[in-house]
Structure formats: C-alpha cells, structure tokens
C-alpha cells in the first residue's frame, strides 16, 4: 500500500533552520506532484509549498516564500522541505502529499490522494 512517511520535525528557536524529509512508497513517485501542508492547534491545515512531478515547477504560500525551499529525488523517492528563518509562527504538524492529477504542483488539498501521518514542527521564540 502506499506509505508516506515524514521525518526532519523538532524544536528549534526562532531563526533556526530544519530540513524535513517525506519518503514515499508503494506508488510511481515520479508520476506525483508532492506538496507540503501544516496544520496549527485548532486551525485548518495550510498549504506551504508544492513541486510538480519532474522538480521543474515550484510553488509557495506567501508566508514562507523566500524562507522555504521545496525539492525532490525522484531516484529516491523522497520530496524535501528546507526551512531557514523560522518563526514561532511556523510552528505547526507539518503534512506532505502527493497528487496523481496535478502535473506542475497545486495548492489544493483536495487534489491530494495520499497523505502523511505527519512530523512537528515547534519554534521557540
């Protein structure tokens, strides 16, 4: 079956950095679009960061833009997420996915067919 599986989550202080990894099995990695995605206490879950299935296009929230840095090895079926000056607001469970439909990436999670259990993420300021 298809297995997601995040890892890289902590606590850090504020303008530390994390790199947080999202293996994936069981599926044609490379035919997923990959997105990042975090859910705070009683908030819904946010989209973060999204790449599309060859690496080739990225997309970002305005809230990280700058900050984060998506990437993918797809010989190791793995999609990445560099965060560098974190923010007490960024702490949050961080979620990744992977999108059958969407070539370039999308924002939306509902185009998600997959999930992780997800990794925390907790900055102290």
């Known amino acids: 079956q298809v297995q997601l599986v995040e890892s890289g989550g902590g606590l850090v202080q504020a303008g530390g950095s994390l790199r947080l990894s999202c293996a994936a099995s069981?599926?044609?990695?490379?035919?997923?679009?990959m997105g990042w995605f975090r859910q705070a206490p009683g908030k819904g879950r946010e989209f973060v960061a999204t790449?599309?299935?060859?690496?080739?296009?990225?997309d970002y929230s305005d809230s990280v833009k700058s900050r984060f840095a998506i990437s993918r090895e797809n010989a190791k079926n793995t999609v990445y997420l560099q965060m560098n000056s974190l923010k007490p607001e960024d702490t949050a469970v961080y979620y990744c996915?992977?999108?059958?439909?969407?070539?370039?990436?999308?924002?939306?999670?509902?185009?998600?067919?997959?999930w992780g259990q997800g990794t925390q993420v907790t900055v102290s300021s």
């Open positions: 996915g992977a999108s059958y439909g969407a070539i370039w990436g999308t924002r939306d999670p509902g185009q998600y067919g997959y």
């Open positions: 069981g599926l044609t990695f490379r035919s997923y679009a």
């Open positions: 790449i599309g299935r060859g690496g080739g296009n990225t």
